[in-house]
């Protein structure tokens, strides 16, 4: 799967492995680098000896069941991508070696160069814009692990993670047709949630211009995900409307709680279209203009667990215009909300722009520049605020709106070979700016499903800025050795932040301005034709993003903001590598070090007296660990590759003044262990069939590790899961499979459920 990693023999060319190399060039492999084909490289710095893992479509298709983009990911070493059902599209963040899937922040994804990551927050809502990308369309995925390159900013202190799609040498169509199905079963809830996909592709080249159009519909179910629930320690004396149907369970403190029902059940319908075009001037410089196109109808239902005397179920007083109902469950009285079972509806709308020039002579020269704009062209959600049984009752409830929010990128990157195309020594540089805008409002209005904004709730406002200038010195000094030295100059601005709640007028929030400089360097050496040593080390400062800074909570009807400031993240990294070329295969061992100072979490200040929980430092957490990848191709008998790798990580939190009861405990959502199994048999040229298997260990939510019940709703838990595929090829253009994940059915957690045993079926075709 990874082999387009393999380590070779010998050093080729460093101007062979940059991202300059021409159309005409066989692909070549260097130290450190992946495989480049033809004139699609990755927009990864492949020529930095550092630790960078592939995968291509082929591969893809072959051996993974993907029906988003982001299942590309599913067996990639130390990665996580926590996605809750399909078309999950606001919760399916990646973790890294020392990140958890609360820091969605401390990655970078990409898209031909176009930035997918929503740095607008941290947490599992801002989500990578995962729906950007379909399946089909990509040509391959690379990853570049660590802060080791200068071109990148500090939230490239987990992965950088890169999606090449496809562009036409010639004529080309693809159809893709899949359905998909669980059967969940959790508390109460015992149903099947289904969904389908279809997509369709085109694209040509003539002459000096190559196209592409693609398009793709996603009709999906997701399981209930939330669920109401009442501590039975704070029942509140007697009285209330008898009701039966509570479940009794243990929370993941271990405290006795109920399950009063689901809510966030998803029915997803999403669209994703995408117009490309490229224009060559000459063999060895080309324009690219890229248009992305997602839309999202989103209903999130709910399903009361509670039943009256008569056998209906209770939901609340459905009569009244009332904000809490009482009920009796066996004598103890709890109160109902409006909140408890509030289903929603969303209507989003985004735009993704990308644009860029690129020279790549693989001479003396190369440059690009680029720009891309990501637009919140229409976001809204809308939630009721009395009670609702049905998702049709319309009623008073609020509306979230994000219009107006988004980010834009502008670069330009440079490449100088002093030698020319022969050079052993290849210079990087370049100028970016990175910049945000928070526009999140909240608005009563007097009919949840359809009616106009009314008075204001809450508003948070802001903007964030990153002005970078970059520098990395990549040089084959000696026969055998390899070195790249970098650092990263950086001016970070925020502004315009403001806040304000149901009263007129807005709270204005201080601007800051402040620079940092965040040095590189790697190191290889090949020890012999098959064994090379690589070291990497570079400081990464991730900078608090727009969100963390100006946006807050209200309690009692009061904003209650985060901090605007917050200290930006401050890591240093390492790595140790030894890595083995094997006959279609490779091994890597790498030992990986991280110490961060001021970490961004959201905690309360126990410290100070606080009550409220609200983003802030915590200054130090250092992680430890190994990670061992392998891969083979004709594993013991022609046929049969394996692809494994296993991470074992010591994530501990050494200081927090604001809660000090954190010090000396796990970082959340980080586990232990790790580890992935993939093997693929090839049967003749018609049948493949793929067996895998993924395990992550033991890991918490809360930062003093005070949930150690993670099977639980809100709880964080180990899991072992088996995923099976099997791919026929009926013709050399049409071809048909059937796939399952989670074979074995286990229920386990990331603060939500994850899917059950999840069938699907897929025929494609490509002519």
């Avoid at 809830?189 to 080249?205: E, H, L, P, Y």
């Avoid at 290889?524 to 400062?541: D, M």
């Avoid at 126990?606 to 990848?629: C, F, M, P, W």
Wanted: contains cysteine.
């Amino acid at each position: 799967m990874h082999c387009r990693k393999v380590l070779p023999a010998a050093f080729i060319s460093l101007a062979t492995a940059s991202a300059g190399a021409s159309a005409s060039e066989e692909p070549v492999k260097t130290l450190g680098t992946v495989t480049v084909i033809g004139n699609r490289p990755t927009s990864l710095p492949t020529q930095i000896p550092t630790t960078i893992e592939g995968i291509t479509a082929h591969e893809i298709a072959d051996k993974i069941n993907a029906t988003d983009a982001e299942d590309a990911l599913k067996y990639f070493p130390s990665l996580l991508v926590r996605k809750r059902y399909v078309g999950d599209y606001d919760h399916a963040v990646l973790a890294t070696r020392a990140s958890g899937t609360g820091n969605s922040a401390r990655s970078l994804v990409y898209a031909d160069g176009v930035l997918l990551s929503n740095l607008l927050g941290n947490g599992a809502s801002f989500t990578p814009r995962w729906g950007m990308v379909t399946p089909e369309e990509i040509e391959r995925v690379d990853v570049l692990y660590g802060p080791f390159s200068a071109a990148y900013p500090g939230n490239s202190v987990g992965a950088v993670v890169d999606y090449v799609t496809r562009m036409p040498e010639k004529f080309e169509g693809h159809v893709r047709v899949s359905s998909f199905g669980q059967d969940f079963k959790l508390y109460r809830t015992d149903d099947r949630f289904t969904g389908n996909q279809g997509s369709v592709s085109i694209g040509d080249r003539n002459g000096n211009v190559s196209w592409w159009l693609s398009y793709n519909r996603l009709d999906s179910d997701g399981q209930p995900l939330v669920f109401a629930n009442r501590l039975v320690s704070l029942a509140s004396g007697t009285g209330g409307l008898p009701v039966t149907g509570a479940v009794p369970d243990k929370d993941p403190r271990n405290r006795d709680w109920l399950l009063l029902g689901t809510t966030t059940q998803s029915d997803t319908v999403q669209d994703h279209a995408k117009a490309k075009f490229a224009y060559d001037f000459s063999p060895t410089l080309r324009a690219t203009y890229m248009l992305g196109y997602w839309r999202n109808d989103a209903t999130r239902s709910s399903r009361s667990y509670l039943r009256d005397a008569s056998g209906d179920p209770v939901y609340g007083d459905l009569s009244n215009a009332t904000a809490s109902f009482p009920i009796s469950v066996d004598g103890r009285r709890y109160t109902l909300l409006a909140a408890d079972f509030a289903p929603s509806r969303a209507d989003l709308e985004h735009l993704m722009h990308g644009l860029s020039i690129r020279s790549s002579t693989g001479r003396q020269w190369d440059w690009e520049a680029a720009a891309s704009l990501y637009d919140y062209a229409h976001d809204q959600v809308r939630t009721p605020t009395i009670f609702v049984a049905n998702p049709d009752t319309h009623g008073a409830g609020s509306i979230a709106d994000m219009e107006g929010t988004g980010w834009t990128t502008l670069s330009w990157k440079a490449t100088w070979r002093p030698g020319g195309a022969d050079t052993a020594h290849i210079v990087d540089f370049g100028l970016q700016r990175d910049a945000t805008k928070l526009d999140s409002k909240v608005f009563g209005t007097a009919d949840w499903i359809g009616g106009p904004a009314g008075a204001r709730i809450s508003e948070f406002r802001g903007k964030t800025e990153l002005q970078s200038l970059y520098a990395q010195d990549t040089w084959r000094f000696a026969a055998d050795w390899l070195a790249t030295l970098g650092a990263r100059l950086e001016r970070w601005q925020a502004s315009d932040g403001a806040r304000g709640g149901a009263a007129p007028g807005l709270i204005r929030l201080p601007e800051r301005d402040e620079n940092f400089i965040s040095p590189k360097l790697a190191l290889a050496y090949q020890l012999t034709p098959e064994w090379s040593l690589k070291a990497s080390a570079g400081r990464a400062v991730r900078m608090p993003t727009v969100s963390e800074l100006y946006q807050g909570t209200l309690v009692a009807g009061t904003v209650v903001n985060n901090d605007p400031n917050l200290d930006p993240e401050r890591s240093w990294t390492g790595e140790l590598t030894a890595e083995r070329t094997l006959s279609d295969g490779g091994l890597r061992a790498t030992a990986f070090h991280e110490d961060t100072r001021d970490a961004l979490y959201s905690q309360i200040n126990t410290a100070a007296a606080g009550t409220v929980s609200t983003v802030q430092n915590v200054d130090h957490i250092r992680t430890t660990g190994v990670e061992l990848a392998y891969q083979k191709t004709g594993v013991l008998f022609a046929g049969l590759d394996l692809m494994s790798s296993l991470t074992y990580a010591h994530s501990r939190i050494v200081e927090n003044d604001n809660f000090p009861a954190s010090v000396g405990k796990w970082q959340p959502r980080v586990p232990d262990w790790r580890g992935n199994l993939l093997a693929t048999y090839r049967i003749g040229e018609k049948w493949t069939t793929t067996l895998g298997a993924r395990y992550s260990g033991k890991q918490y939510n809360q930062l003093d590790n005070s949930d150690p019940h993670g099977t639980a709703y809100t709880g964080t838990s180990n899991f072992f899961v088996i995923d099976a595929r099997v791919r026929y090829r009926i013709t050399d253009a049409i071809t048909a499979s059937l796939s399952m994940d989670n074979l074995n059915n286990d229920t386990y957690w990331n603060f939500h459920p994850y899917p059950q045993r999840t069938l699907a079926a897929e025929l494609s075709a490509d002519f």
